[in-house]
């Protein structure tokens, strides 16, 4: 069998069924900011994107991933492959498809573009990281900083003609960004001179663009501990001066020799190490920690939609592979005379496969409603409309970003199985896109910093509203699939299953309130399990729902949408038991890691 | 932090515990086949095997794993630093340890073995697969062969003059063994003339010994279709012809590219090319598989026994790493001026790390056990105890295979996680054990495989026998852990998941009697991990009620107990409301699975 020859990456009726028969996207060109768009563009966006994904990104992945960017004189030299194809890839516009006409976008929705970059994900996570990236430093110069800022370093990022990166993580501080040490010391000029380290700076260098705009941590001089005095800067690789661009002291100091992503460089670099790093203010100091984290939640959507992406090209080659791998018989008709059946025949092989696509259309149901509440918060003109969608966002951000890390991972290691010994092999692709998925536990905060953000500060904040505006949304889930005919008992399970978690939130918050936060955050990890899976039993829902309801127009459009209400049988039926199980532990008192001392480990 | 420097691969206090506290492994002196043994002799193989693992394979694993072997002229080239450990690894006598003492054995029990095969996959799992597969092939020559052919072929072995493997895989029937389609055609000198190919054959060919002996499935000419139709075969590299090696027309015809296991080459192979292939029939024809599968428990217990050790390895690196990497400050003490803290104080990176411990000593328990029922099976004098035990070894294999596989991935990624972005670089040793681990899963029979062997056959033969002996011995430990003084709800609880465990069989047999099978093992892979929680859960309260029961010495060990306690309340606190969970899923007819078809995925 020829490997990911047929691999759709994800396929496109589930993206149809999910933007228009699901989500109703169309709904946003209400909105005066996508009154310009119609069905029609939002589909001319989503074909150039698979188009690209399929023809350009997704057969070089291999050979990128074979051959990681190299490390010479200083430089970092990226692939062949992704010199010829980036400047299609930045034909694209993805940098700046959401952002507003004024800045040269497309003013696209961000679940749109969401959707749209998956397919570019699932074909080369590491070619779309480098736009990524991009986009975000550029996002964060067009609404915290200066104009001469954004006409210097913004726009030739929106523009296509350079790049950036996010440059947070040092060696001493890696999930605690409290304890950033850049050190910024003002100049004469307005501007600031940092020397420092950083380290996981992802294409932090490459020989794509003329330039690299590092959004960058750093602490004023005499700034107070702690994050409050963590500044925001704009640190080019070459600053512009006089119309010209010179070296602006940012040095490549060693690349991590990462296990996956091999296509895009991951490196430490080092700033000021002749004294002549120019870093200018973005915004008012010490306020760097809040601007990035007004970013945070659409960067951690993005890391959430990797993880989506690359469970769902491994899915549809696992599928591909049992569809067509003979091997063994029925448990019932074991005849070694007769031909052995395809693999798909084996029920625990459809088991695997079920559970991959259970995990794949819940997720990316997830990562797009999630975009549709960011699109809705930010550019509805109803303000109730705005802050309900607002509360969502936050809330769903940390399961966005974890559910598809965890598990994606899962899902990953399912498709791997299923290819037996050959799955083990580097010549096939499933191991890889194992260890490309494994990256999105640990970036962008781990999954138990999401975990942390969860319970400690999601479900609480503003007496819980946000909790508040979940139960209406799966109420009004609920309503909708028991008016499209949908099993009664799905419904029921999934009201009662939001009802365990109001109860537990309520339970845990007041062990908060009463001063007790280590107790509160005890179980955090499993706290952050059982919410993902209530709020993808949510989406399965839904999808159920759209399909019972949809009248299909051929017979493979009948298997389409019986496909889509099995799998939501799947996971409401195996997962929300667990969400139950989970929430009594999270009561129970459990409390034996928290008593073990690191002597007795 | 200099990587892996300290790390104890196993640490001995734990085995000491769980071989003389737990096991009481020195009653088995009473059988006459190990009545030339005491503890000094045990601590002898033990402390040599520690020392080995330590100081010779362990720092040399990373080399070994970073240049695999090389297929150059037909011929594979190891490492050299694998030649150049070869014979101190051969010294050892690992081949024959447990083997009588007429063929040049050492007659120690499997149980030894077992633990001191634990450091040295630990420490480089390749180095010792070498040594593991050809004590497998000359144990099955040892067994089944002609005299003629146990001097010829079986005491090189023995003698660590040659190596050997099993070959079993074909292309086209990977786990379905009935398939196999290598050739044998009688000659007239009463050997075979063997024409196939054989695919993942791993030590298929190396540069370590003169020889190689293959243990190899064909099909006797004219012989029946299915598993009843495949005969074993021993077919050397190079054939003993007056007293001469010569060539046997074996050839190595590709080299796979593993994930893991990178100084451990898989090859596939060519049988007869030239027409000249000899191979020589073992036992009678068409027996094969039986052979095999009288040796399988033994292979599986080892498969076990490397994801232990790949677990242990991985957890001990962890820790340390936990105990020394200073990032963050408690959730309810944030005061940025302070100190960071090492990680380890953050209770969900203890939550990662107890879980790993439970695994990791529940499941060293569980092959230790499994390896203790074999010795008995092997070697009591007492039918009845014979009988018993026998019945424990079959039952506990495919869990003692599959559950430190499955269990221990999840351990190693989270050892992988606890180093954070660190644990993505190939610089750490974490992502090198989680790759090796994935082969598990995968090898000696899938985790898919090991469900349908234990509900379709280990838990239904002789009317529930072996269930019913399960029961005997659960009953006893939770006799034992009270009389110890162990907090009553833990004998409590494993004596219901016991109860429920055997409803449930009941029920799920129930179907298969009735005619159902397929619907009986359709939640064969649930009912393997219910299956799992619930030895792990017996060995944990073992490995308690022994520290509960055990007066400390020191506040070392005092530290060394409580953690044995605690981490056996933290698997029954929280794995055995997963059993139930999962007991009520295989009840409950959820079968959306089967239900689904091929075109609906």
Redesign the interface.
Known sequence: MMVGMTNPLLRDQDLDFLLYDVLDVLSLTRFPYFSGHDRELFELVLTSARRLAREVLFPVYKAMNESPPRFVDGRILVHPAMKALYPELNALGMQSATRPEEVGGQQLPLTISTVASAYLMAANLSAYGYIGLASGAAHLLETFASESLRQTYMKPIYEGRWLGTMAL?EP?????L??VATLATPCADGSYRLVGSK??ISAGDHDLTENIVHMTLARISGAP????GVSLFCVPKRRSENGQLVDNDVTVTGM?????WKGLPSLALSFGDRGDCHGFLVGEPHRGLSYMFQMMNEARIMVGVNGVATASVAYHES?EYA?NR???????A????QK?V?I?A??????????Q?AIVDGGLALVARTALFADIAHHSQDAAEREHAGLLLELLTPVAKSFPAERG?ESN?LA??IH??Y?????YLP?SW??DQ??N???EG???IQ??DLL?RKVVAAGGAALRALRQEIDSACAQARSCGVDERWPQALSSAMSEVEGLTLELASKGLGGN??EM??H??DYLELFGILVVAWMHLCLSAAATKKTAGSS?EE??L??KI??A??WL??EL??L??LA??CR?G?D??????????
Chains 1, 2 share one sequence.
């Open positions: 993580t001493q501080a890696g999930s605690s409290a304890d380290i996981f501990a702690g994050i409050k991590i020799h990462k296990i996956g599928l569809r003979p091997q063994g018989r029925p448990v019932s074991k005849d070694p005379s052995q395809p798909i084996h029920s625990d092989v459809r088991r695997m496969l079920i559970r696509k991972f290691a791997l199985q037996g010994g799955g083990y092999s580097s010549e191991e194992l260890r494994k990256l536990s640990l970036h781990t999954t138990g975990g942390l400690g936060v280590e955050l005890l955090s990890s493979d298997a389409f019986r496909g099995l799998t049988e799947y039926a195996t038991p667990r139950h199980m009594a532990l129970s459990e034996s890691y928290a008593r073990i001392r690191s002597e007795e480990l």
